[in-house]
């Protein structure tokens, strides 16, 4: 009789644990994807946010835009350009002054 009621009981035991055990992976499964689907659209946003300011960093490092600031800011185009040769340099010049 004992044995009888252990062979039934086994079974019983065994599928309780594991339809529990499904129940508990099956819900930390679909918490997971809610958290990878946040992710993934925080990842989103970030590469949107990122190519948004690139092309703000473009326009602002822009010939156009760096003349613009310099002419805002007093700075004039030169008339007259210095030109440095490589064979005579300020340090050759001085050490010519000094000899």
Do not use: C, D, W
């Amino acid at each position: 009789m004992k044995k009888s009621i252990l062979i039934i009981s086994l079974p019983v035991i065994a599928i309780i644990f594991l339809a529990v055990a499904q129940t508990v992976l099956s819900n930390v499964l679909s918490t997971s994807g809610v958290e990878v689907s946040k992710i993934s659209s925080e990842i989103e946003f970030y590469k949107t946010e990122n190519l948004l300011l690139k092309e703000k960093l473009y326009r602002q490092e822009s010939l156009e835009n760096v003349a613009s600031r310099a002419s805002e800011l007093g700075f004039v185009k030169s008339k007259h350009q210095l030109i440095i040769s490589p064979t005579r340099t300020v340090l050759t010049r001085i050490l010519s002054e000094i000899k």
